[in-house]
Each structure stands twice: as structure tokens, then as C-alpha cells.
């Protein structure tokens, strides 16, 4: 018998699909904005432009990820998670230095070529943090004071600083993102569920604190029922799906895009996208982000080290449950909040975000060791 260890290839399927959605969301992304950017800035290209830099510097990051060995970041995993603590701090300082407390949400740092969303770089922060606490501390994960507790206390600080910014849907996503990994990082059920529940009672008084929070929440039940009690951004989102059909109106021949739904490119893009390309395109491109995740998955069962498992499951979840999210958002299954679909909406730092996950998941796929059993 002879055993050969081999290094593999990049997945270049999961390249693809990426490829391709961040195409759609450059096509899409000038289809939503024309009208918009005709009327606020005369020229039909302000925000197409702004995004084709940002989708470059994506690129950029995503090559990164690609060709720095993964477990480097084990290494600044510690480092990371202080510096995101530390970012989202200086938000809310800045915020309530420059604007006030009643101004616009304190989500984000101005750095010149564009904002940046600092719980985006702390979602990541998260991830990276507990993949490589679940890899050092897998065989103490069970114990709830010395495996599962400091975790949730990092976990606890993050969600609150992105809480009190406002941004509540963001600081729930990435307490089910955590919850995943920790399931799969073998934590026991009970401490999962009992987290689970104190979070629940916890999250729903202070979901419920603000005003605009009760109003999406009201408007979702009371237009479940009836269309005409909910939301505009819903209502709109429900006329251009409608208006869309099984094929669509066709390119560029939105009129849901015409200032009427607001947040056309960003937040209920896909609402665009059902109108102009109809059901099928919705399905087509939810399917997509099945395959990213399928990938993933696939990658994470060929990997040889539990940090890169978690880091593929992670990362993975965290588009998957955004796009699906989002896709809930557009079609009234869930209450409105402003989340945007990966890789396609107008893109920021969640844009480069996801692309540098895509960038770190190619890494481990092209790192992994696959062993092969000759048997003579």
C-alpha cells in the first residue's frame, strides 16, 4: 500500500458562480441606478462608476485571500477581533462627535473613496475569531465555563457595539452565524438552547425599543393580511415582482426603478431583478447561492484542519443567510430591514467583504490535502 499526499486546485466552479454574480450585479446595479443618478447628479454613470471601483477593489481583496496561506490568519485572529471591537467603538465616537445623537445611524467611517460599514469588517473579525477558538479549544467546547462561555462574551460585546449603532438585523445575523458554528464545532445543544432563549428575551424588548423597529414589525403582520397596511418599500417591491411576471418586462424596462422603490439598487435589488427577468431569474440566481454554499461545503469535508473547516462554514453561512435574507425582505416573508444580497447589490465594504470570503474559501480549496490510498 502507498499513501501520496496531493495539493488541489482553486475550486474553479465556485470561482465561476462568483464571477457571474458580481457580472449580474454590474448589469443590474446600471439597470436600477440610471434613473436615479440622472435625477440627483445629471449624468446617468455616477453610481455605476462608483461601483465598477469598488467591484475592482473586491477583486483585489478576493486575490488576497487567495494567496495568503489561511492559516495566517490564525495568527491575527486575536489582533482582528480587538481591532473590529475598537473600529466599531471609534463609529459611535466619531458619530456622536460630528452629528449628534439624532442624526443619521452611526454605521459608518468616511475614508475618502467611499464609507465603510464597520460591522462588516466585525462580521468577519467574528468568523475568523471562531474558527480558530473552536480549532484550539475544540476539546473544551462542551465545557460551558471554559469552552463555550468566553467566546459568547467576544460574541455578546460585538453584537451590543453594533446594536447600539443602530443596526439591529446585522448584530442578529451574526449571533446565528456564531450559534451555526458553534453547533458544528460540537458545542452541546443544551448550551445553544439555553443561549438561544436569554438571547431572545434579551434582543426582542430591545428590537422592539425603537420606534422605526415597532413600525416594520406592525407593518409586516398587518400586511401579511392585507398589502395595502404594509410598508411602502413592500408594497413597491410586491408591484415591481408582479409587474415582472414569469419572464420579466425585460432589461433596462423596470419602472419599479423609476424612484419608486426605494433603495432600488441597494437594498431591494432583486425586486429589479424579479421585474426586469422575471421568477425565473430570482430562482436562477438563489440557486447560485445554493452552489456557493454547496461548494463550500464540499471544500470543508476535504479539509484536513479544523480551522479551515470552520472558516469554509462560516464564511459560507454568512453569504448564504444575507442572500436569503435579502430574498425574504423583497417578498414579505420576513419584516423589512435593510440587508443586501451579496456580491450584487451596490457595492461597499460588504461588497469586498464577501469577496475576500470567496478569496479565503478558494484558499483553502487550493491548500487542502487529499490522500490517495493505492492498495497493491
Known sequence: ???????????KILLFITLFLVFIGIVMVFSSTVDRSLNKFDITTFYISKHLIRVFIGFLAMVLGMV???????????????????LLFLTKIIYLMNNGINSDPARWLNIGIFNIQTSDIARISVIIYLANYIDRKKDNIRDYVNGFLPPLLIICIIMLLIIIQPDFSTAAMIGFICIIMLFVGRARLIHLFGTGILGLILLIPIMLFRNYRTYRITSYLDGFFDLSKASHQLQQSFYSLGNGGINGVGLGSSTGKNLFLPEAHTDFILSIIGEE?????????ITLYLCIFQRSIKISKL??????????IGLSIQILSYAFLHAGVVTGLVPTTGVQIPLISFGGSGLIINLFSIG?????????????RNWM
Not at 500500500?1 to 475550486?11: E, G, L, P, R, W
Not at 489561511?70 to 486575536?78: C, E, H, S, W
Open 1 to 11: 500500500m502507498s499513501i501520496s499526499v496531493t495539493s488541489q486546485k482553486y475550486d
Open 68 to 86: 495568503i496561506d489561511y492559516n495566517y490568519l490564525k495568527r491575527i485572529a486575536g489582533p482582528f477581533i480587538i481591532f473590529s471591537i475598537l
Open 277 to 285: 427577468g422575471g421568477y425565473i431569474s430570482i430562482l436562477i440566481i
Open 303 to 312: 479539509c484536513t484542519d479544523t480551522f479551515g473547516i470552520m472558516l469554509c
Open 360 to 372: 479565503i474559501i478558494l484558499n483553502i480549496s487550493q491548500n487542502k490535502n487529499k490522500i490517495k
